[in-house]
């Protein structure tokens, strides 16, 4: 390993004990057990090195937003890492997904969070279904009506749920949401939490509840998020794209 292998490693080692001391102070104050709450690290623009380093640090959960970089870089780290002890990580799609591209990402991700429209689940299906494998789904929950940030309204949940539920090759496992910009992060996950649990009362194995980033992971653990999305505090500021 060279010097600058090392040197960010060490530092992705300081970052992720703090933000793991965050999750467990936030445990606590909510009077939680840490162990049932997934961080998912964040990689979205960050090469494949750092998606190894962080797996040699413990990470499993992986998060990535646009399909191309994610498929390729994944490719590579599942190579390296199939290739070195026969385990891989576990890949969660989270960003505003095409329809035309659904069925593609069906074939890398374990887990999609960002599923806000029938179209999605149609696609998503195929591409599961003709890679023989099945996948982890999250409908996603626009909290404030806005659904130019991605999310179905809360009134449209219930008849996404029954079509991914209906679906062979998918599993539904919960919701997602980003808590609406300006607003208050405790409201909007008290509102996520409400939304869940009417899901589950449908639906017991959607019990999956994905909230919280860099900024707001408190108010996330407050309100009974089981998934963590966590880039920045991490991996630091995104590189720039030229």
């Known amino acids: 390993m060279s010097s600058e292998e090392r040197q960010r490693l060490e530092q992705l080692r300081e970052n992720l004990a703090a933000v793991h001391e965050r999750i467990a102070r936030g445990c606590a104050d909510a009077g939680r057990d840490p162990g049932e709450v997934t961080l998912v690290v964040v990689t979205k623009f960050f090469p494949a090195s750092d998606v190894l380093l962080l797996h040699r640090l413990g990470v499993r959960d992986f998060g990535e937003n646009r399909d191309q970089e994610a498929g390729e870089k994944f490719a590579e780290v599942r190579r390296v890492l199939f290739a070195a002890d026969g385990q891989g990580p576990t890949l969660h799609f989270i960003g505003q997904l095409q329809s035309n591209k659904a069925a593609h990402v069906a074939g890398y991700a374990d887990v999609v969070q960002s599923v806000d429209r029938r179209k999605l689940v149609t696609g998503l299906a195929k591409g599961a279904a003709g890679r023989g494998r099945r996948l982890q789904v999250l409908l996603q929950v626009s909290l404030d009506g806005d659904t130019s940030r991605g999310g179905a309204p809360p009134e449209q949940l219930d008849e996404l749920a029954e079509a991914v539920a209906g679906e062979e090759h998918l599993d539904l496992r919960g919701v997602m949401a980003v808590a609406p910009l300006g607003a208050d992060p405790d409201a909007s996950f ?3 939490r409400e939304v869940a649990d009417g899901i589950r009362s449908r639906h017991p194995g959607a019990d999956l509840v994905s909230a919280g980033m860099s900024g707001d992971l408190e ?23 030229l």
């Open 190 to 192: 008290a509102r996520l």
């Open 219 to 241: 108010a996330a653990l407050r309100h009974g998020a089981t998934h963590l999305r966590v880039g920045t505090a991490i991996l630091g500021s995104r590189p720039s794209l």
